[in-house]
């Protein structure tokens, strides 16, 4: 039985914050800043980083002036917010869970999931929230990795996946499934970091939404 809960993963990240960037920094950045240009974002937009972490994506997203960052691990959000002073960015942060966002219905323009999707336990009720969220036309932007949809995993890699979801991230969800559960429509799901295990995908909320 997997680990995956809000209070392992607030427990493991806390464990993994001295060393975060030195792994999740360098081989990433490539791939962070192709995912905020075809976000295309304009400076005034409400961007919501979820599940934030140490801030990695800010330095892509200088320029910003309405950028929210939410994270389940306080000691995250407490780097995240040096992070922003340092870069002299205005960035309201807080401690939240990105399976119960406290922000209105169609309230923000962009939501940027980097890394977080194959890591949250309900990936699911998360995209849900992405998309009450959203504003109609708004758009969320995903870098993680996937399974192919319609690929199932082999038992090996089941049994694999018990670890792997416990100490790292999840490494059998597929975005198609993922997103099935909501209206937003996936526009562009791009090859990224290793060999295209990782995927950078665009994905819209329709404006045909508006109620
Ligand atoms: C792999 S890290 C990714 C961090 C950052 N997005 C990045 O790209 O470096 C996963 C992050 O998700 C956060 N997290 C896990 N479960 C969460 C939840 N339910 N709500 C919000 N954040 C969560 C963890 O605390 C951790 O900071």
């Known amino acids: 039985?997997?680990?995956?809960?809000?209070?392992?993963?607030?427990?493991?990240?806390?464990?993994?914050?001295?060393?975060?960037?030195?792994?999740?920094?360098?081989?990433?950045?490539?791939?962070?800043?192709?995912?905020?240009?075809?976000?295309a974002?304009?400076?005034?937009?409400?961007?919501?980083?979820?599940?934030?972490g140490t801030g990695l994506d800010l330095p892509y997203l200088k320029g910003y002036t309405n950028l929210t960052a939410i994270d389940i691990t306080p000691g995250m959000i407490s780097k995240l917010k040096q992070r922003a002073d340092e870069l002299g960015m205005p960035v309201h942060a807080q401690v939240m869970n990105g399976q119960q966002l406290d922000f209105a219905d169609n309230s923000l323009d962009a939501v940027i999931l980097h890394l977080i999707l194959a890591v949250i336990p309900d990936p699911v009720a998360c995209i849900k929230e992405v998309e009450r969220v959203l504003k109609p036309g708004g758009t969320a932007m995903v870098f993680d990795k996937f399974l192919p949809d319609g690929q199932q995993p082999s038992i090996l890699r089941r049994l694999?996946?018990?670890?792997?979801?416990?100490?790292?991230?999840?490494?059998?969800?597929?975005?198609?499934?993922?997103?099935?559960?909501?209206?937003?429509?996936?526009?562009?799901?791009e090859p990224a970091a290793l060999g295209g295990a990782f995927r950078v995908i665009r994905m819209c909320k329709p404006a045909e939404n508006v109620a």
Do not use: C
């Not at 607030?10 to 914050?17: A, D, F, K």
């Not at 974002?41 to 934030?52: E, H, S, V």
């Not at 198609?176 to 799901?189: A, F, M, P, Q, R």
């Open 160 to 189: 694999f996946n018990q670890l792997a979801s416990t100490l790292f991230s999840d490494i059998n969800r597929s975005i198609g499934s993922i997103v099935s559960h909501t209206s937003l429509k996936v526009e562009l799901n």
């Open 1 to 39: 039985m997997s680990l995956n809960t809000n209070t392992w993963n607030r427990l493991r990240y806390t464990l993994y914050l001295p060393v975060y960037d030195l792994i999740a920094d360098r081989i990433f950045r490539k791939y962070r800043k192709r995912s905020v240009e075809l976000l």
């Open 41 to 52: 974002a304009k400076p005034t937009d409400a961007i919501l980083i979820l599940g934030a």
